[in-house]
């Protein structure tokens, strides 16, 4: 039975390639070789010894070595797929072939490692990085017990064309070195990014009764968290009243807090926590003795949650839902008919939902 053709791109290989382990080395420097397949494939060491077998010196492995052949096969419809990237100091080659058989692509795939590693302008070193020791000849047949064809006959049946796909073979250079920070200056991930914003909503709590809410702040931004600082004023609401005795009140407040962002794509998920200090603004009306207005001084700790969503770099629409536990809980009292009287105090919680836009600086 004629073993089955290996799957080869055509032009890499026109003569036969010697098994013998009197041929020269076609490469010798070290190389680092990473190999990723479904476990059904040969795995890295079938990898490294097909390539072994076809120089017939024993590869010196290192993972930090210059030279690097990374492959990886990926099942396809009509069977499998091998990207080899083989890269050096001078240059990146890509390879990528398809074939039915897994075992056949691996062997293909060490005869375009060996071909590229022999070119002259593909990379230098020293000769010492190739170990030499007798190795038998590797088995190419579909069947260990198969008779096997001769190097002239493995050379030839290599040459020949086959039913492959062979795509995307290309030179490319290395990429630059990431440039040199200087002195001084701080890595892109932590340099913090500026924004602005604005939101409205309602609140309940803050004031008599619910109310709404305004809130314009700036932020520094990380990718995993956030510091704001913030003015934030719920509107006058009155009290329902008892016997015509009524209350007015606003609460503004300035809030610094800070947040730990979740972050994937465009949408990001603050938490934050803070503290707040402010102050409540009240008037009675009705039949008091009395009727002036008060300012009391409040504080609290505000906790949200919140979702922000940027479809521009520069813009984000962000929304939150939270609220404030008041340490200090400002109190109104008049002066009636009927004897001193406290018409209204702050809950010790409040509540609030907002949205908004987000502008970003650079």
């Known amino acids: 039975m004629a073993p089955a053709a290996p799957i080869i791109e055509r032009s890499a290989l026109i003569a036969p390639v010697k098994t013998t382990p009197t041929a020269p ?4 420097f070290m190389v680092d070789v990473r190999w990723s397949a479904p476990s059904a494939c040969p795995d890295r060491a079938g990898f490294v010894g097909a ?79 190739l170990e030499p020791v007798r190795l038998p000849s590797p088995a190419v047949g579909p ?21 492959t796909a062979v795509r995307g073979a290309e030179r490319v250079p ?25 939101m409205g909503g309602g609140e309940f709590g803050a004031t008599p009764r619910g109310t709404g809410a305004i809130r314009g702040g700036v932020a520094l931004r990380w990718p995993w968290a956030r510091a704001e600082l913030r003015a934030h004023h719920a509107f006058t609401r009155s009290t329902p009243g008892t016997d015509g005795l009524r209350v007015r009140a606003s609460l503004t407040r300035g809030e610094l807090v800070g947040c730990g962002v979740f972050a994937r794509g465009s949408i990001d998920l603050p938490l934050c926590a803070g503290v707040a200090l402010g102050a409540a603004i009240g008037t009675a009306s009705g039949p008091v003795l009395t009727s002036r207005t008060r300012t009391q001084l409040w504080w609290g700790l505000p906790v949200e949650a919140g979702i922000g969503w940027a479809p521009l770099d520069w813009l984000a629409l962000r929304a939150t839902l939270g609220g404030a536990v008041s340490l200090r809980r400002p109190a109104f009292h008049v002066q009636a008919a009927r004897g001193p009287v406290e018409p209204y105090r702050l809950p010790a919680v409040s509540g609030l939902a907002l949205g908004g836009l987000e502008v970003r600086l650079p």
């Open 174 to 198: 290395p990429p630059p070195p990431p440039p040199e920070r200087a002195p001084g200056s701080t890595d892109a991930r932590y340099r913090p990014r500026g924004a602005a914003f604005i």
């Open 51 to 129: 390539i072994e077998g076809l120089v017939g010196h024993r590869l010196r492995l290192s993972a930090e070595a210059g030279v690097a052949i990374d492959g990886q096969v990926l099942p396809t419809a009509e069977g499998h797929a091998l990207r080899l990237e083989l890269r050096s100091p001078r240059s990146l080659v890509v390879r990528e072939l398809e074939g039915p058989r897994c075992d056949e692509l691996m062997r293909a795939g060490a005869i375009v490692v060996v071909a590229q590693l022999s070119s002259p302008d593909f990379a230098s070193a020293p000769e010492s990085a």
């Open 143 to 163: 069947a260990s017990g198969e008779p096997q064809p001769s190097d002239e006959d493995a050379g030839r049946e290599l040459a020949r064309p086959i039913s």
């Open 25 to 28: 080395a076609p490469a010798s």
